[in-house]
């Protein structure tokens, strides 16, 4: 039987795949190494290859795409509906061909080279912010165990650690200030290592043609910038702006029945690494919207006038998701007017 599409449940080692014929009828259903797999394939030029969406989809989606196989990459969520039976590899592999099949699927395409490093150092960078952000909050909380309550953010807290220790009248041990000591030399090292890879963000941002014409964009910087072209692309996998904004759920949530539509706040699926990245480039539009004319501008004073600040910014914030998508997908500078 001729075999149009594979689904392949990726692994470690040990790799299930499922062919099916045009009809969607299993024609075989077994596991691969990992280093017959390619060649395993090659019997099958013809076919469609199908995984999920997960963790080294995106190299074997390169490998493939590199041999002239047609790779489809599907949103694990997408696929979980069609697992029947239990849990297993056989079955994951069969939904995943099922998935493949539906007419109305959304696909994802196989990140390049780029893409993947501009990933890898935001994913570096939001690792490295979340431990600092711990570690302030773990030294506020160690402070008030000796009554010393400091003022909210991180430029007050980091400047009154010297004056602390200087301090002989604070209630602070011999012992709490070397460990305080410690706190200071282990934040150091990760300021270091976050401007590091903030200089390697500016780095990537200004080799990429795209990323220099998506920083023509009010509120658009180069932490934005590369975060959209390592998750988007040249923005060719969606169809208009809305399509792109409402991938990332700058939407309302819709909860509707019986022909009475109820819309809530936006809902929290999709990427909230660039979802929080457009926040708070809106708010930056939104700061400085008093002494800009242009049009984004203007339309951002209009919206805080009629719903207040914080509907204006995700507002702001779909406005701009829009704006990048026409400028990856047109190939052309933002004109402000």
Wanted: aromatic content about 6%; hydrophobic content about 40%; overall charge positive.
């Amino acid at each position: 039987m001729n075999v149009t599409l594979i689904g392949i449940d990726l692994a470690k080692s040990i790799f299930q795949v499922c062919g099916v014929n045009q009809a969607g009828k299993s024609v075989f259903n077994r596991t691969v190494k990992r280093k017959d797999l390619l060649a395993f394939l090659m019997n099958y030029p013809d076919a469609t290859i199908a995984m999920e969406a997960c963790s080294g989809s995106n190299y074997w989606g390169r490998a493939l795409e590199h041999r002239g196989f047609k790779v489809l990459l599907i949103p694990p969520i997408h696929v979980k509906p069609f697992v029947k039976g239990n849990k297993n590899d056989r079955n994951d592999a069969f939904a995943i061909t099922e998935a493949a099949r539906r007419p109305n699927m959304h696909f994802v395409r196989p990140r390049t080279v780029e893409q993947t490093d501009m990933m890898m150092v935001h994913k570096l960078r939001k690792r490295r912010v979340d431990a600092r952000t711990a570690l302030m909050n773990q030294l506020r909380g160690l402070l008030n165990e000796y009554g010393i309550v400091l003022r909210a953010g991180k430029s007050p807290l980091k400047n009154a650690l010297d004056d602390l220790q200087e301090d002989a009248e604070n209630g602070l041990t011999w012992s709490a200030r070397e460990l305080i000591r410690d706190i200071q030399q282990e934040w150091k090292l990760l300021d270091d290592v976050i401007d590091s890879l903030d200089k390697q963000i500016k780095t990537q941002a200004q080799a990429n043609p795209n990323a220099k014409r998506l920083m023509t964009i009010r509120g658009v910087a180069e932490k934005t910038a590369t975060t959209v072209i390592a998750f988007a692309g040249d923005g060719k996998a969606y169809k208009n702006g809305r399509h792109f904004s409402a991938n990332l759920r700058l939407v309302p949530k819709e909860h509707s029945s019986g022909g009475k539509q109820q819309l809530g706040g936006i809902t929290k699926r999709g990427n909230p690494y660039l979802r929080n990245m457009l926040i708070q480039g809106a708010w930056s539009v939104l700061r400085n919207a008093d002494k800009n004319n242009d049009r984004l501008s203007c339309w951002a004073r209009k919206i805080v006038e009629r719903r207040g600040k914080h509907k204006a910014v995700v507002a702001i914030a779909n406005k701009l998701a829009r704006i990048i998508w026409s400028v990856l997908y047109h190939q052309r500078d933002y004109q402000a007017v």
